[in-house]
Structure formats: C-alpha cells, structure tokens
C-alpha cells in the first residue's frame, strides 16, 4: 500500500498495513532536523515518510493587504504583518514563530461595519493549479489535506477580539450574527475550492476547549457555531460524499463530542492527553468518530523518556484495538521536544507494525 | 429587594447599564461606598466565580459579568479614593517572557478585581525583572506569572531566581498558573501556589494577601 491507500483505508475503517505517522516540527526543531541527519534539502515530512501532505494554502481574489490598513491605524510597524484576512501579527523579539494579533475589527461599534469589513474571496480563477498540486501528491502516493484549521469560531475572535465576540454573543446578538456569518461564508468558498480540487482530508477546526473545562456553554455553542460548522460540512459533503473531515480544538471537549459528529465531522484531532481520558473518550464515541493525535505535548513529547513517548504510542495504539486511531503528537512540536523522542514516536510507529 | 442586592443580581447577568445605574442609585441614597462595593458588585462577582467553578457558567458570562462590575466600579473609584476605603491587596500579573497568550491571563485578572484586589497588568511578554520591579516599587504582595506553552513555563523558575536575587522572596508570593503548568511543576521551581482555574486563583491571591 502506498501512504495513502493505507492512511484512507485506516480513516475509511478498512484493514491497513501498517501504522502511519505525522508530526509537525517548529522552525527550531526544523534546524535541529538538519543538523541532527546531515539531510540538507530533503524535507522532514519525507525524511520520516509522512502519510500526507497540505496541498498548497489557497490565494484569495485580492492580495493587495493595504485594503485593511484603516483598520490598524497608529499600531502599523515594522514588527507588524497584516494577513489575507486582516489580523495583524505582531512579533516581539523573544516570541520566536508566535505573534501577538491585533483584531481589526474591536472597535467596530455598528453592524454595517462588519458588512463593510473587505474580507477576501477566493475563486479557481486566483488558484488555478490547486487541482493538480492535489493529484502530483496523489501520484507521489501521498493523501492531500486541505488545511482549513480555523474555519469559523477562531476566525470570528481574530477579526473582532475573543473577549469582545464573546460578550456579542451575549449581548448583541446582531453584531455576532455578522461577524460569524461573514467568516462562514468566506469558509464555504474556501472548503468548496478544496473539495473541488479532489482533496482526501479537509482539516477544519476551532478552538473550543481550556484545560479542564469548555470555552463556552453548550447551549452557546449550539446556538452560534455548531449549525454553522454542519452547514459548512453539508456542502462539502454534497460535492464530495467521500471527504473524510478532520476537526481540531484543542483543550477539554468531551460535551461538545456529539454535537461535532453531528455537524458531520469524521476525525476528531487532538485528543489531548492533559485534558480527555483517551481510553474513556474512545470506548465512548469510536463507534461514531475516528480519532487523530493523542500523544501529548505538554507531558511525553517533552518532558518524557523516548521509551516513555514508544509506550504512550503503543499504549493508545493498544485502545483502539478496534481500529480508528491515527496517532500523533497532539500540536506542532515546540524547540524543548528532544529529538530522541521525535525519533522515538516514529520508532513506535514503525515497531507496532512489525509486531501487528 | 434591596438596591445593593439588585445590584448583585444585574452584574451576574451582565447588564452593565443597569449596573452602573444602580451603583449612582446607591450613592446617591447615601449607601457607604465600602458596603457598595462589597455587597453590590464584589457579591456578584463571587457569585459568578463560584459559579465558573463548577462550570454553572463560562467565559463569556464571566466577561459580561466583569463589564458590568467596572462600570460600576469607575463611579465608585473616585469615592473609594475620598473615603480612603483600601483594596484586598495588590498583585501583579503578566504571562511569562516569550509567551504572548493573555487570554487566560486577563480572566484571571478579571476574576481578582473581582475580589477586591487592585491587580497591576503587566501584560504579556513580560521578563522577570518587570515582575520584580512592579512588586518593588508599586508594592504588589503576589506576583502572578502565566504561560500557556511548556517552551516559555521555565521563565517561571527565573522569576523566583530573580525574587531570591532582589532580595524580596520573603515579601512577595508567587503564583503560577497556564495551562501546562501544574502542583508538581510548581513545587520544583520553589513558587508559593499553583490554581488551575482563574476563579481559584482569585481567591488564593485573595488569602495570600491576607497573610503577607
């Protein structure tokens, strides 16, 4: 099987040769990885035969960010970038790949200015070679993700500030409804290019978990995000049935996990070790929803042995024994992740298969 | 019902002009500005955290909740300051240098100036000096640290270090909280509390002034 016949056949619940592996490394463990292999062109992602790949970010209609510096005034400096969408990014120099984000539209005060607000589209004609980057992965055996994290609450607080959209939610329902139906639209355009293009996985997601508890109250999530995210997936899955979606939220979720597969998600990433019971949430729910992670990266990753990271994998790997996990580290690798234990995750990967 | 008890009432829900119409209703009918304060906004606000502890209500409610108890708070300010009424103590609080994550921080924060405290914001980013300094020279008895990656959580230790160094450990607490952080993790650096939530450690921050 190449890489992704087994990795679709694993997500599709279909017998698969051998356990696939994913990671993503942050630009310090990037140098590290090229230090550590002497591999000086050669991506990671092939060095370690990563299951899948992103197919390229989309191009909207409109790349001329300038449209959007009103909406920064007096904070616009060199250490400031403005996104497709607007937010600015600002880094500081001890921050290393974070930024702090200034949210052009907290000071919005009416309703019209949200509707104003110069969100891009996004169209074939601005990327017209996305359908056949999605097939040279295919021919290369690799699936294709059409990475769409952030699809509608984060988006939502980026452009109108967390606390702000929040207190909208409960105290403007008109200023709300604006800000996430704008953003819902501009992320149907955008999942539909990608479904379109012949993408295997869409990798939609939003943060609506803390540590210990949820973001929100479900009778909030319900009313504002969830309908949305299923209205989202339904056109998706109206053009291409065979999608497999991805879902990621970081944190405790466990009371937002029925409502997820409900909107029509088929994976849910990250599980995080800190926060959920892998063993309960899956005797729970696999019957309904695959799982991708669950490998933690506030404990093993690192903090733990490498021996330590190959029994967290196989241990999770050991739970599932009905099938549905794609296991991972739970979030991008941070630079205090030994490289041993990267090498060790993959190790596991590799050494579960040869004993299955 | 009682003006302060409907002041109560109104901030747990959020209605911060309500709110702010209330406060002026009360002192305006002479209410002592202390007694306002505690029995009209601050018994809200402990109300929603305890609330936001057992996870009766959420983020959002505990914002809109906020809101209202500072609109309420600003008329009373200046009254505060006449009559000499003195804050539960003073903190600092600030998410650890490298890391830029306030979300957690500014509840917290919100959760403390619920109880009384006077809570100085050192924002995000923030070195161990800058702590050190805010608790030297504005006299803040806790020093509150936040971190929501496992990268930046070991500027922690460096703030204890750089209390030790300046001679102020036995004068000042220090908290420590984010999500990687936990009881252990705080034990090893040699800080004083560890809360997992922002509610709790208001209320910490709250006994800690009381015993410094």
Known sequence: MTQRENLMALLRRQPYEFVPTDLMLCPALEEEYHRRTGEKDLPYQDYFQLAWRRAPELIPDDTDVSRFFPYHQGRINPAVTIDEWGVGHESTPTSMHMTKMLFPLEDAQEVEEIEQYPLPTYSTTSNPQLAQKVEELHKRGLASVGNMQCTIWETSWYLRG??????????????????????????????????????????????????????????????????????????????????????????????????????????????????????QIYNTFHDRVLFHGTVGTQTVMPFGTPQQVKETVWHNLDIAKEGGLFVAPTHLLEPEVPWENIVAYVEACKEYSQKK | MSVLTEISENLQKGKAKIVKQLVQQAIDEGIPVKQILDEGLLSGMSVIGEKFKNNEVFVPEVLVAACAMNMGAALLKPLMAQEGVEAAGKVCIGTVKGDLHDIGKNLVKMMMEGKGLEVVDLGTDVSPEAYIDAAQNQGCQVICCSALFTTTMGVMEE??????????????????????????????????????????????AVELCKAI
Request: hydrophobic share 45%; net charge negative; glycine share 6%.
């Open chain 1, 162 to 279: 967390m606390e702000n959209l929040m207190m909208d939610m409960l105290t403007d329902e008109e200023m709300a409804a604006a800000v996430f139906d704008k953003v819902t639209e501009m992320s149907i355009q955008r999942a539909l290019l990608y479904a379109n293009a012949g993408v295997d996985i869409l990798f939609l997601g939003d943060d609506i978990g803390m540590q210990n508890s949820v973001m929100m109250s479900r009778d909030m999530y319900m009313e504002w995000i969830q309908p949305r995210l299923k209205r989202l997936i339904s056109k998706v899955k109206e053009v291409r049935p065979d999608i497999i979606v991805f879902y990621h939220s970081c944190g405790y979720i466990e009371p937002f996990i029925d409502d997820l597969i409900d909107a029509g998600i088929d994976v849910l990433n990250p599980i995080q070790s800190e926060c959920m019971d892998f063993e």
């Open chain 2, 159 to 204: 703030v204890v270090k750089a209390a030790e160094t300046a001679g102020i450990r036995d004068k000042v607490k220090i908290m420590v909280g984010g999500a990687p952080v936990t009881q252990d993790f705080c034990e090893k650096i040699g800080a004083d509390k560890y809360t997992p939530d922002a509610a709790t450690a208001a209320d910490a």
